[in-house]
């Protein structure tokens, strides 16, 4: 009789540990989904941001009109439908590149030297990338949490069981 109250007991153990190991998963899990969401409203503030910068230099910078329309192109690209959030990452690269280097040109032109609203622009569109590379190591710390308890042993078979996977990291640029 002992030793049926003692399966009954691991038993139960058993069943408790594995609830309490899902939960963790799923509270793990949705805390990424949330940076990610994070990581997404970040883009989408720093291509309004483009967006502005453009129209506050076209107009002052005709010489520079081939780039500004590849950056719109890429603003544009970056706003599409159905892109993941490290195609976003990949093309919001390039746009954070160009749009550095039409700040940089437009120092050279006497009206938008001095102007204050680019001058914001430009404040605004730095406090956007520190956003954004703070969101990234925010989400890669989560992944980091939720891969290391996915790869610990007894939650590594509940996860296999539950087809959880190893998430990847995202790159982070020094820029």
Not at 89 to 100: A, F, Y
Not at 142 to 169: C, H, M, W
């Amino acid at each position: 009789m002992i030793g049926v109250y003692f399966l009954v007991i691991v038993f139960i153990a058993l069943a408790f540990g594995s609830v309490i190991a899902v939960n963790n998963l799923i509270v793990r899990k949705k805390r990424i989904e949330s940076t990610l969401a994070g990581i997404d409203l970040l883009l989408k503030k720093r291509c309004e941001l483009v967006s502005d910068l453009i129209a506050a230099v076209s107009e002052f910078m005709p010489k520079e009109r081939d780039i500004l329309e590849e950056l719109t192109a890429l603003r544009i690209q970056t706003m599409e439908d159905g892109l993941s959030i490290m195609e976003k990452l990949d093309i919001g690269e390039q746009l954070s590149t160009m749009s550095r280097g039409i700040l940089a040109r437009a120092k050279h032109y006497p009206t938008l030297k001095n102007s204050r609203d680019l001058e914001k622009l430009r404040r605004s569109l730095n406090e956007a990338e520190t956003g954004l590379t703070a969101a990234l190591k925010e989400h890669n710390a989560t992944v980091t949490e939720y891969n290391n308890s996915i790869a610990k042993f007894p939650v590594s078979i509940i996860a296999g069981v539950l087809d959880y996977r190893q998430r990847t990291l995202v790159g982070i640029s020094e820029n």
